[in-house]
């Protein structure tokens, strides 16, 4: 299966926007900290909601809600077969936030300085082609009322700083955490929680050091093809989520420039590190989970399941029989 936008390009706007100074720019409240900052899901029975996979290995089950990024902050979901599953679980198992307070992002910025802006002084219109460039100054243009804003900071923030803000104006939101929703359900029914930590602000950084100018700007590009044509793309998307509707999501195609973007990152040795291990440490922890008579639901993002050689793959490559899928 193809997944709709790239694990990997989404993970790029991680690194890009986990370097502290997206907090500074969202004017973060000193000392919240990123659950603090989330946008609000909304659960309610109108809608038939977003399906779940399922899988056994012997007497054990596996459920699955694929997670999605951005949604409309206004969506709703059904939260009725989730938490049917819930209230049968073992455990839950869901991403652990990556908490970012007002203080961690200020010493960042300032012990991580040069990882987060154009070195030498220079300003993007220094470093990027011109024609790229070109473009990145006309979306900013749209969305903005400053000719300057984000000239300093190296291409991947940029790109996330700008596609956040055309996302926001767009009625979308990346800070809608179904991991938060999912564990209000467990807690209601004395369902244990345990969380999956797959990156930390440190594996980020370092990445950050390694990831080649070339490849940030073919992800700038990606992120611009979605400012000036993808936005009704997303949209169609997480409508059909909601529904329940994978074929649907999986008949929106991804741009070229998002395809080229993902190839970039894949052949990074630093950035496809991290997905690998990204994608080994949900593996290992669902897999850990799944012993016995156990049932356990897990709520994963959704690219990092379908994407080729993804995790219902590779659990499959395991032993693992799917059961059900949307």
């Given at each position: 299966m193809a997944a709709t936008r790239s694990g990997a390009f989404a993970t790029l706007v991680a690194l890009a926007t986990v370097a502290c100074c997206a907090r500074a720019q969202q004017a973060a409240v000193p000392g919240a900290s990123a659950a603090d900052n989330l946008d609000v899901v909304t659960v309610t029975g109108e809608r038939s909601g977003p399906r779940l996979w399922q899988l056994r290995r012997g007497d054990a089950q596996l459920w699955i809600l694929g997670a999605l990024s951005p949604l409309p902050k206004d969506i709703t979901w059904r939260?009725?077969?989730?938490?049917?599953?819930?209230?049968?679980?073992?455990?839950v198992v869901i991403g652990k936030p990556l908490e970012i307070g007002f203080a961690r992002a200020l010493w960042i910025f300032l012990t991580h300085h040069e990882l987060l802006v154009v070195p030498g002084?220079?300003?993007?219109?220094?470093?990027?082609?011109?024609?790229?460039?070109?473009?990145?100054?006309?979306q900013r243009a749209l969305y903005t009322h400053d000719a300057e804003k984000w000239?300093?900071?190296?291409?991947?923030?940029?790109?996330?700083?700008?596609?956040?803000?055309?996302?926001?104006?767009?009625?979308?939101?990346?800070?809608?955490?179904?991991?938060?929703?999912?564990?209000?359900?467990?807690?209601?029914?004395?369902?244990?929680?345990?969380?999956?930590?797959?990156?930390?602000?440190?594996?980020?950084?370092?990445?950050?050091?390694?990831?080649?100018?070339?490849?940030?700007?073919?992800c700038l590009a990606a992120a611009l093809s979605t400012i000036e044509t993808g936005l009704p793309r997303l949209l169609q998307r997480a409508s059909a989520w909601s529904r329940g509707d994978i074929a649907g999501m999986q008949r929106l195609p991804d741009s070229d420039e998002d395809l080229e973007c993902r190839a970039a990152l894949t052949s990074d040795a630093g950035s496809a590190d991290l997905l690998g291990r990204i994608r080994r440490e949900w593996l290992e922890a669902l897999d850990s989970h799944v012993r016995g008579h156990s049932v356990t639901l897990a709520v994963v993002h959704f690219d990092l399941l379908v994407e080729k050689d993804g995790l219902l793959e590779q659990l499959q490559a395991q032993g693992y029989t799917l059961v059900d899928s949307p």
């Open positions: 939260s009725s077969e989730v938490e049917r599953v819930v209230t049968g679980a073992t455990s002084g220079r300003r993007l219109r220094d470093v990027l082609p011109q024609p790229l460039y070109a473009r990145f100054a006309a000239e300093r900071f190296r291409p991947a923030l940029a790109a996330a700083f700008l596609e956040e803000t055309a996302f926001r104006q767009a009625g979308l939101s990346t800070r809608l955490d179904m991991g938060a929703a999912v564990r209000q359900l467990a807690e209601k029914h004395d369902v244990r929680v345990d969380e999956v930590a797959t990156a930390g602000v440190r594996d980020l950084l370092e990445t950050l050091k390694t990831v080649p100018p070339a490849t940030e700007n073919k």
